[in-house]
């Protein structure tokens, strides 16, 4: 019996084609798990750099760089990331909570963001012929971004007048709920009245602002002269100046 299946199974020869045949075979499957295993392991490598530039893309355009204030009564201020696009508007008083309910100005170039402000319904009954519309640009790019707003249409229509500030006090304006361009003219009257408060200054127009301002110029220019109310400084009661080099950084 024994000699019988030694006999059987002594006729199974695996050719050399075959056992080259089964290796090959091996080989591949070996190359295919390695390159499955290196896939599984790079996965999680251009998920982490993927996620990482999505986020750095994000960062790069939503991070504050510039902030435009836009005063008339409506106090209106809009944050700009470096490509100088609107990641944020926000009004700074009532009025201006008037006048931006109905409009999208996130996203927009800046100077687009301005002309559909300027331009809109709401703002209009605020633009009078003695209105002191003003632009307040606190930015690293704050020469390029005042020339900008300067030649545009939409602020040589309505006769703004552009300025610049210091970005540190940015956060201090906003500390006293006032925009930047508002904060900027109490500082300056502050000045003069070591009593006058942010709150009061909150609730007046830039019209009134400057117009105030104006009368404590005229006082300290004409100190100790009789009769400088006659001066012609522009500051009677009820009536807004003109626009004064005070306005111009």
Not at 12 to 39: F, N, P, W
Not at 70 to 81: F, G, K, M, Q, R
Not at 95 to 117: M, N, P, T
Request: hydrophobic residues 35%; contains cysteine; negative net charge.
């Amino acid at each position: 019996m024994r000699d019988k299946i030694q006999k059987a199974f002594g006729q199974v020869r695996a050719t050399e084609q075959m056992k080259r045949s089964v290796s090959d075979y091996l080989i591949q499957e070996m190359e295919k798990k390695k390159k499955r295993s290196g896939i599984a392991v790079l996965k999680p490598i251009f998920a982490a750099l993927l996620l990482c530039f999505v986020l750095g893309g994000w960062y790069y355009w939503e991070k504050p760089v510039s902030y435009v204030s836009v005063d008339v009564n409506p106090s209106i201020e809009l944050t700009l990331n470096g490509m100088n696009y609107v990641v944020r508007a926000e009004s700074r008083n009532k009025d201006g909570e008037r006048v931006l309910r109905h409009l999208q100005l996130k996203g927009k170039s800046y100077l687009d963001a301005v002309e559909l402000l300027l331009e809109s319904e709401a703002m209009q009954g605020y633009l009078t012929a003695d209105a002191d519309l003003t632009f307040t640009v606190a930015s690293p790019k704050e020469e390029e971004l005042l020339s900008e707003l300067k030649g545009s249409a939409a602020t040589m229509q309505h006769h703004g007048t552009c300025v610049g500030a210091d970005l540190e006090n940015v956060a201090t304006a906003h500390a006293h709920g006032m925009s930047l361009g508002k904060y900027q003219i109490y500082e300056l009257l502050s000045q003069y009245d070591a009593d006058l408060t942010t709150e009061e200054c909150q609730h007046m127009t830039m019209c009134q602002l400057y117009q105030k301002l104006s009368w404590y110029e005229c006082e300290e220019d004409n100190s100790g002269n009789e009769g400088n109310m006659e001066s012609g400084c522009g500051h009677e009661d009820g009536h807004c100046h003109e626009k004064h080099s005070h306005h111009h950084k």
